[in-house]
């Protein structure tokens, strides 16, 4: 493993390069607070360089702890104006299997009170495994030339209660790598997501059946179902003086490929394309500045469900304006 990140080979002619590459390399693991590598002379028939690393390592673990708070006074389904506080717990392991693997772990308990209940309670625990190369069932072709390259193991179970409205539960697992590479001396980083596997169980209450019957095409949102699919995505940034521009491009897409087995089609698999674009543009002076954001999406759905055709994204992969309770 440390042979694997330190390009400075013995018999290869100097390289600066290879020398700060190897140091990026040791710094970006997340496993060492410091890292030093140092080059000595020594001279026999012709000259040479002798390196000494040294890697200090940092604490392995890490503990955070969070308490937010917010105030919900615009929901479209009640009327009460709601104080919510929550509670973050984040658990890093900067060395979790050794070879710098690291792992995280998050928890979160929040809760709406009201004068006499409890309005909406949320509760989430995820478990994220980093590895800090491409795991895959074939070789990558330059994989060295790839800077920062991983692949992302995570887990994800949550549940939410809106009292007189919903219950949802849900559970997420995903097997991805990221990476970046350059193009032109522009950076870009790539994320590719392969499989992206989701299932969302929820039960109406009142208010949201209600609404349903308002608004009948609201039954095939709000409904339960299994995303199984891939996620593909990259971003870049550029800046020129005090200018400074953020490019993001995603697409995600859900039953391509397993909707053709019948079976998983007729338990509600959602069968759907969605794709998003961001630009961010920051104008930054002294002691103030401008930032400008543009969002655009599209999603395409083409499942069918109780041999009706869908036409509407799943509620949980909807596009939304405002904070979680927003429209």
């Known amino acids: 493993f440390t042979a694997r990140n330190i390009f400075l080979l013995p018999g290869q002619q100097y390289d600066e390069r290879k020398y700060f590459r190897t140091i990026k390399n040791f710094n970006r693991l997340g496993a060492w607070q410091s890292v030093d590598v140092s080059l000595k002379e020594r001279y026999d028939s012709v000259p040479f360089l002798d390196a000494d690393i040294r890697l200090f390592p940092a604490p392995k673990l890490n503990l955070k702890i969070d308490l937010e708070a917010s105030r919900n006074i615009a929901d479209y389904l009640t009327t009460s104006q709601l104080f919510g506080i929550g509670l973050n717990f984040a658990l890093s392991n900067r060395n979790f299997f050794r070879e710098a693997i690291q792992a995280t ?40 030339s ?31 790598y990221e990476w970046s590479t350059k193009i032109h001396n522009q950076q870009f980083n ?32 709000f409904n339960d179902g299994f995303v199984i699919g891939i996620i593909g995505g990259v971003n870049t940034v550029w800046s020129k003086r005090n200018r400074f521009n953020y490019l993001k491009v995603r697409i995600e897409e859900s039953g391509a490929l397993f909707g053709l087995i019948r079976k998983l089609e007729d338990n509600n698999l959602f069968r759907f394309i969605k794709t998003d674009i961001e630009y961010k543009y920051f104008i930054n ?29 799943p509620f949980f992969k909807a596009y939304f304006a405002g904070g979680p309770y927003s429209m």
């Not at 997501?193 to 308002?214: H, R, V, W």
Request: charged fraction near 15%; charge should be positive.
């Open 105 to 144: 772990t998050n928890a979160r308990f929040g809760i709406e009170p009201c004068s006499n209940f409890i309005q909406t309670l949320q509760t989430n625990l995820s478990h994220s495994i980093f590895f800090p190369r491409l795991i895959t069932p074939f070789r990558v072709k330059n994989e060295d």
């Open 146 to 176: 790839l800077t920062n390259p991983r692949t992302v193991f995570n887990i994800n179970g949550s549940y939410t209660i809106r009292r007189s409205i919903y219950s949802v539960s849900s559970l997420n697992t995903s097997w991805g």
């Open 190 to 221: 790539w994320l590719f997501t392969f499989p992206n596997i989701e299932y969302t169980a929820l039960n109406g209450k009142d208010s949201l059946n209600k609404l349903i019957q308002q608004i009948p095409s609201l039954r095939y949102a």
């Open 285 to 313: 002076y002294k002691k103030s500045g401008w930032a400008f954001r543009v969002f655009g999406g599209y999603g395409y759905v083409y499942g069918r469900k109780d041999g009706q055709p869908e036409s509407k994204l």
